[in-house]
């Protein structure tokens, strides 16, 4: 038997090999756009922006923050409101311990790091705002967004008052 014979024989079900290969190469691509969307409607560490707004008050200065729609997010909103100290840490961020540590749900590497991310280090159970460039660290997870972080530049130790706007 020849290999174009070989090819285009019919196998058990009636198909050449290569026409179930071809076959199997369409069925995987068409169903992947599919796969993708429904991992991410169901991603716990969802970097997606709700209409849930927060307010930061420290030292003269009021900041407002979009947090994401993800489990951790959604636990810190439900802590609001907070009364807290902030301090500075790193030379990049400041740092805010809450009461009692946040569900894990969403944790997860992310990319994009960018000044004016609102996240909570799950190993020390503080929030950490971010007022310049970082990398992910393990148990970092992302809540949120602020609108103008330049407030954050101010050094030092305050009181802080988180609220929930939205």
Not at 41 to 67: C, V
Not at 134 to 150: A, K, Q, T
């Amino acid at each position: 038997m020849s290999v174009s014979e070989t090819l285009s024989a019919p196998g058990a079900h009636g198909f050449s090999p290569l026409r179930r290969s071809i076959l199997g190469a369409i069925l995987v691509t068409a169903t992947m756009p599919w796969l993708a969307f429904a991992q991410q409607k169901n991603d716990p560490a969802s970097q997606e922006p709700t209409d849930m707004k927060i307010r930061m008050m420290f030292n003269g200065h009021s900041l407002t923050a979009t947090l994401y729609d993800n489990p951790s997010a959604r636990d810190f909103a439900s802590m609001l409101p907070l009364e807290l100290t902030i301090e500075n840490y790193a030379g990049n961020e400041k740092i805010a311990y809450l009461p009692r540590k946040l569900t894990e749900d969403a944790s997860g590497p992310f990319g994009n790091e960018a000044p004016g991310d609102l996240c909570y280090f799950s190993p020390w159970g503080n929030l950490a705002m971010f007022y310049a460039g970082y990398s992910y660290s393990g148990g970092l997870i992302r809540l949120g967004r602020f609108d103008d972080f330049e407030p954050f530049l101010v050094r030092g130790t305050f009181p802080l008052t988180i609220e929930r706007i939205v």
